[in-house]
C-alpha cells in the first residue's frame, strides 16, 4: 500500500491504496467522489475526464500516485452550495444530456476548452470535445450550448 | 342516413322476416363532426420550454448509477469466460482460485438451481455447466474483497474443454444436415412467412425481375455505462438486486425461475440507467451475484468490462437478406419475394420479436400487391443476438431502399421518381393486409426533396436501359 494525498477540489485528501489503483479508482472508492465514470477503462470514452493541475486527464490512465501533491479537479468542484457552474447551467437549459453517463466527462472538457479558448468555433468545440464519446445525444446540443456559453461570456 | 335506415326498417315489417333477419346494431347516425380542442389551450404545457427533471443531477454527477454505489462490505464479482465458440465441459477446477486471499466465494454452472432462462425461449444458462455455445459463456464467477483480485482469482480458475466443432456460417446452420447448436433441437428456432397476392402471376407480368443479396454485421448496443447489478440478502431471507435492467418485471422472473425462489422474496431496483439501446432488456449475471451474495453473507456487484459488453451482451442480428422484385418497364412494382436469414447467435433472447418486425417490414413502405416474405432465424455458435433499437427494422430498411436505388438506375427513371411510383398511400393493405392509416410517404418525400434541392440527375424516361 502506497499514502497518496493531493489536493482535491480545493481540499487536501490523503488515502492508502495499491500501487497499481489508478486515479478514478481513487476518486471512486476512496474519495466518494462517483461523479467520474468508468466507461471503457483504456481512455477512450471520456467518461473519467478530470483535471489535474489545468490539464485534462483521463483518470482511468493515471495512477493514483501520479497525482500526488497536484491539483485534481473533478464535476464534483464546479458547483458552490447554492449556483451551479455556468456549463452546468446551460447544459440543463439546452437538455444537452440525455441518460447523463458522459456527462460529467463533457462537462470538464468543455471547462478546459472555455478556459483555455473563451471564444471557440464549432470546429475548435469539436476538437474540445474529441476524448468525450456520448452514445444517447448525437452531440449537437452539447455544441450549442458551449456556444451559448461563450457568446455570454463575450458579450 | 336517417331516411336510409327507416326505409330499411319498413321493408322488413314482415315480423317472420324480420325474425330471421340476424339481430344487428339499428344504424344510427353519430355525429360525425368531432370537435378536436387546440392542445395548447389545453393545457399550457404544449409549445413551453420543458427542462429534463434529472440533468441537473447528471451535470452536478451526482447521479447514483449501479456501478457508483459502495456498501459497506461488499464484494466485487467477475465472470470467468469460456473463451472457446463450442466445447463440452469436462471439468473446471476452482481450487486455486477459492484459495487466493481475498476471495471469499466461487459458483460454478453447477451452482445454480435452474440453469436457463430467456425472454421467449429458456434456452440460455446463467453459466456454463455442461456445454459452451459461445466465447461469451460464463463458466464460473469469483467474489472477492477488490476488483483486482477477483480478476486474478479468474485466471486461476482451470476450465479442461473437449472443443467441438462450432456452427459460425448462418447459411451452414439453415440447412437440415448441419449439427444442432443445441441438439436435439434444430437450428432453426423462429420461422415466419407472410403472403400476399400470386407470386408467380406477378412475375409474368414484370417486364424487368431484378434479384439482389444484402448482407449487415452484428452490431453492439455500445451504452455508456457497462452492465452492473449489486446483489444482497436482508436477514429475513428477501433478495434485493439494483441492477441496470430496462425490463425489471422480467428480470424479477428469471431471477426467481433460475434460483428457485418465488418472486415475492425479490425487490429488483432500477436506477438510471446509462443508455439501455435495448441491450439491457434481459438479466446477465444476475442470479450469479445473488449466489455468491447468499455465500457469503455481504453485498456483491459486478459490473462488466467493456470487452465483455461487446462479447458477452446481446447484439444486433446480422440479416442476409435475397430480394427479387419484379417491376414494370415503367417503373411499377408487380411481384416481390424476399428471403431473410437471422443469425441468431447462441440463444433466442428476442430474436422472435425481430424476426417478426424484420419479415413485415422487408417489402418496405411500397405498395407491392404480390408479395412472399420469408424469414428464418438460426442458432450460431456467436455471440447472441437480441433487442436494439428498431428490431430489425434497419437491417431490412438497408436492403429494400439499396435495392430500389439500383433498380432505378438500371430501369433509368430517377430514383425519387421510383419511389413515388410505388409508395403506400391512404388505405392501403400493409404486407399482413392491415389497413392502413395516416400514411404520409409521399408527402414526407416530396418535402424532403424540396428542402434539400433534388434533382433528378437522368431524365425520367419511362423506356429504361433494358427496355
Known sequence: MVTVSMNVNGEKRTASVAPETTLLKLLRESFNLTGAKLGCDVGDCGACTVIVDGKLVNSCLMLAPQAEGREVLTIEGLATQDRLHPIQKVFEDKGSLQCGFCGPGVIMSAKALLDQNPNPSVQEIRDGLAGNLCRCTGYSKMIEAIQTIARERTA | ?467
Not at chain 2, 149 to 166: G, N, S
Not at chain 2, 417 to 422: G, I, M, S, V, Y
Request: with cysteine; proline share 6%; charged share 20%.
Open chain 2, 1 to 467: 342516413m336517417a331516411t336510409d335506415t327507416k326505409t330499411k326498417t319498413t321493408a322488413l315489417v314482415d315480423a317472420e322476416q324480420l325474425l330471421r333477419v340476424p339481430s344487428a346494431a339499428p344504424l344510427v347516425p353519430f355525429p360525425v363532426d368531432v370537435q378536436v380542442p387546440d392542445a395548447a389551450r389545453q393545457t399550457p404545457a404544449v409549445g413551453q420550454r420543458a427542462t429534463r427533471p434529472d440533468c441537473r443531477l447528471h451535470g452536478l454527477g451526482q447521479t447514483k448509477y449501479i456501478d457508483d454505489m459502495y456498501l459497506p462490505g461488499m464484494l466485487f464479482a467477475k465472470i470467468k469466460r469460456a473463451g472457446v465458440a463450442s466445447a463440452r465441459i469436462i471439468s473446471v477446477d476452482t481450487s486455486e482460485a477459492e484459495m487466493t486471499p481475498g476471495v471469499m466465494a466461487v459458483v460454478t454452472g453447477k451452482d445454480i438451481p435452474c440453469n436457463s432462462f430467456g425472454p421467449s425461449l429458456k434456452d440460455q444458462p446463467v453459466l456454463a455447466d455442461e456445454r459452451v455455445f459461445y466465447a461469451g459463456d460464463g463458466v464460473a464467477a469469483v467474489a472477492a474483497v477488490t476488483e483486482q483480485i477477483a480478476a486474478d482469482a479468474i485466471e486461476k480458475i482451470k476450465v479442461e474443454y473437449e472443443e467441438l466443432t462450432p456452427v459460425l456460417d448462418p447459411l451452414e446452420s439453415l440447412k437440415l444436415e448441419t449439427p444442432g447448436v443445441h441438439a436435439p433441437s434444430a437450428n432453426i428456432y423462429g420461422h415466419k412467412i407472410i403472403k400476399k397476392g400470386d407470386i408467380e402471376k406477378g412475375f409474368a407480368a414484370s417486364d424487368h425481375i431484378f434479384e439482389a443479396s444484402f448482407r449487415t454485421q452484428m452490431v453492439e448496443h455500445v451504452p455508456l455505462e457497462p452492465h452492473s447489478s449489486l446483489a444482497q440478502w436482508d436477514a429475513n431471507g428477501r433478495l434485493t438486486v439494483h441492477s441496470t435492467l430496462g425490463r425489471i418485471t422480467l428480470g424479477r422472473a428469471d431471477i426467481a425461475r433460475t434460483l428457485g425462489i418465488p418472486m415475492s422474496r425479490i425487490r429488483v431496483v432500477a436506477t438510471v440507467v446509462g443508455g439501455n439501446f435495448g441491450g439491457k432488456n434481459e438479466i446477465t449475471t444476475e442470479p450469479v451475484i445473488a449466489l455468491l451474495s447468499k455465500k457469503t453473507g455481504r453485498p456483491v456487484k459486478c459490473t462488466f468490462t467493456r470487452p465483455e459488453e461487446f462479447y458477452a451482451s446481446t447484439t444486433r442480428h446480422p440479416l442476409i437478406m435475397d430480394y427479387k422484385t419484379g417491376v414494370t418497364k415503367d417503373g411499377k412494382i408487380l411481384a416481390r419475394k424476399i428471403r431473410l436469414v437471422l443469425d441468431g447467435g447462441a440463444y433466442c433472447s428476442w430474436s422472435e420479436t425481430t424476426l417478426g418486425k424484420a419479415c413485415i417490414l422487408s417489402a418496405g413502405p411500397y405498395q407491392i400487391d404480390n408479395l412472399v416474405a420469408e424469414a428464418f432465424v438460426v442458432y450460431t455458435n456467436k455471440t447472441m443476438t437480441g433487442a436494439m433499437r428498431g428490431f430489425g427494422a434497419p437491417q431490412v430498411c438497408f436492403a429494400y431502399e439499396s435495392h430500389m436505388d439500383d433498380m432505378a438506375k438500371a430501369l433509368n427513371i430517377d430514383p425519387l421518381e421510383f419511389r413515388l411510383k410505388n409508395v403506400l398511400s391512404e388505405g392501403s393493405l400493409s404486407p399482413t393486409s392491415q389497413t392502413l392509416h395516416s400514411v404520409v410517404v409521399r408527402e414526407s418525400l416530396l418535402q424532403a426533396a424540396q428542402r434539400f434541392g433534388w434533382k433528378p440527375k437522368t431524365a425520367p424516361e419511362a423506356e429504361g436501359a433494358f427496355a
